[in-house]
């Protein structure tokens, strides 16, 4: 009977996306045995600090490094991450494979909508792409930083005296926590982080048996758009924690449509693009909507980021 260790976060988030993920495998293959392995990240470990300085500490990503390091070493067989989180290149002998589908794409809104909001209302969110995107529309608004897994963060409105918290849709619905939503900021005016609402399912490319069990449920479709996000992304330089705002959808002829954004993080400059093409080339089309944003001025706004958080 084959056996397999599958590594993620310690959240309740990552453990419903691991249930979420062996569902379907464990349906069609009885025989084979899935264990659950907790990996402790050091964006868990330090809730407080900046992201971009636990990113430094860590030598990598703040929610991946040592969930693949684990990988790597053999301690797991593969891990579900959240997509969004992932750094566009995988460390050597790692390879991703396509997502599983994906949850809502949208930010959302929690205890209020955008119009509801007071004049000056506290809105808590962490992330550089909303805080940009969100001075972009609403540049009244005091953004308070938050940090913390999603039901911390929601209960941040009654425990800071927030008005609204700004999340993503897929893990609330993902938790059951739906109800929390004020409204599902519109995507034109807040594109997502590339991946976000997809899982990340990345093993050793060595390992091929389990890459052809795991490939099986697969969406194909949904591994176009997310790659094509993630070469936006990569050819812009970018990460996590840069305003970089992403979308991939394939239209009813079967082309990939690929929407993007780069938002300084005061709100007061703005980028964005939309191409087409075809879907058997995600990663050409990712990387051409990013020439095109890098000739309106977006690596001008991304230095002038990098250079803010690093002081920061």
Same mark, same amino acid.
């Not at 991946?195 to 091929?208: F, K, P, Y």
């Given at each position: 009977?084959?056996?397999?260790?599958? $590594?993620?976060?310690?959240?309740?988030?990552?453990? !419903?996306?691991?249930?979420?993920?062996?569902?379907?495998?464990?349906?069609?293959?009885?025989?084979?045995?899935? +264990?659950?392995?907790?990996?402790?990240?050091?964006?868990?470990?330090?809730?407080?600090?900046? /992201?971009?300085?636990?990113?430094?500490?860590?030598?990598?990503?703040?929610?991946? +490094?040592?969930?693949?390091?684990?990988?790597?070493? $053999?301690?797991?067989?593969?891990?579900?991450?959240?997509?969004?989180?992932?750094? +566009?290149?995988?460390?050597?002998?790692?390879?991703?494979?396509?997502?599983?589908?994906?949850?809502?794409?949208?930010?959302?809104?929690?205890?209020?909508?955008?119009?509801?909001?007071? #004049?000056?209302?506290?809105?808590?969110?962490?992330?550089?792409?909303?805080?940009?995107?969100?001075?972009?529309?609403?540049?009244?608004?005091?953004?308070?930083?938050?940090?913390?897994?999603?039901?911390?963060?929601?209960?941040?409105?009654?425990?800071?005296?927030?008005?609204?918290?700004? &999340?993503?849709?897929?893990?609330?619905?993902? &938790?059951? &926590?739906?109800?929390?939503? $004020?409204? @599902? /900021?519109? @995507?034109?005016?807040?594109?997502?982080?590339?991946?976000?609402?997809?899982?990340?399912?990345?093993?050793?490319?060595?390992?091929?048996? /389990?890459?052809?069990?795991? !490939?099986?449920?697969?969406?194909? #479709?949904?591994?176009?758009?997310?790659?094509?996000?993630?070469?936006?992304?990569?050819?812009?330089? $970018?990460?996590?924690?840069?305003?970089?705002?992403?979308?991939?959808?394939?239209?009813?002829?079967? #082309? /990939?449509?690929?929407?993007?954004?780069?938002?300084?993080?005061?709100?007061?400059?703005?980028?964005?693009?939309?191409?087409?093409?075809?879907? +058997?080339?995600?990663?050409?089309?990712?990387?051409?909507?990013?020439?095109?944003?890098?000739?309106?001025?977006?690596?001008?706004?991304?230095?002038?980021?990098?250079?803010?958080?690093?002081?920061?």
């Amino acid at each position: 009977m084959a056996q397999y260790l599958v $590594g993620s976060r310690a959240s309740n988030l990552a453990k !419903v996306q691991v249930r979420e993920y062996l569902r379907p495998l464990r349906a069609r293959f009885s025989g084979v045995v899935f +264990t659950h392995r907790v990996i402790l990240e050091g964006g868990d470990r330090d809730r407080k600090s900046p /992201l971009s300085d636990v990113s430094a500490v860590s030598g990598g990503s703040a929610f991946s +490094t040592e969930q693949e390091a684990a990988l790597s070493r $053999g301690d797991v067989d593969v891990v579900v991450h959240s997509l969004k989180d992932l750094p +566009t290149a995988n460390p050597p002998g790692l390879v991703l494979l396509p997502p599983p589908g994906r949850e809502d794409v949208r930010d959302a809104l929690c205890g209020s909508t955008l119009a509801g909001l007071r #004049k000056g209302a506290r809105v808590g969110t962490g992330a550089p792409r909303r805080i940009a995107q969100l001075l972009a529309v609403r540049p009244d608004l005091e953004v308070v930083p938050i940090r913390g897994n999603v039901p911390p963060r929601l209960k941040k409105i009654q425990t800071e005296g927030l008005d609204a918290v700004v &999340l993503a849709a897929a893990g609330l619905r993902r &938790l059951g &926590l739906e109800d929390a939503i $004020g409204e @599902l /900021l519109p @995507l034109d005016l807040f594109p997502p982080s590339p991946g976000q609402g997809a899982l990340g399912i990345q093993v050793r490319e060595e390992d091929s048996a /389990l890459r052809e069990l795991l !490939v099986t449920v697969g969406d194909l #479709k949904v591994d176009a758009e997310v790659r094509a996000e993630r070469a936006l992304l990569a050819e812009l330089h $970018g990460g996590c924690s840069v305003p970089v705002g992403a979308y991939a959808e394939t239209l009813p002829d079967g #082309k /990939l449509r690929v929407s993007g954004q780069v938002t300084s993080l005061d709100g007061r400059r703005r980028v964005s693009g939309m191409i087409d093409g075809p879907s +058997t080339e995600p990663e050409k089309i990712g990387a051409a909507l990013a020439r095109d944003l890098i000739d309106q001025g977006a690596h001008s706004i991304l230095d002038a980021v990098r250079a803010a958080l690093a002081v920061s």
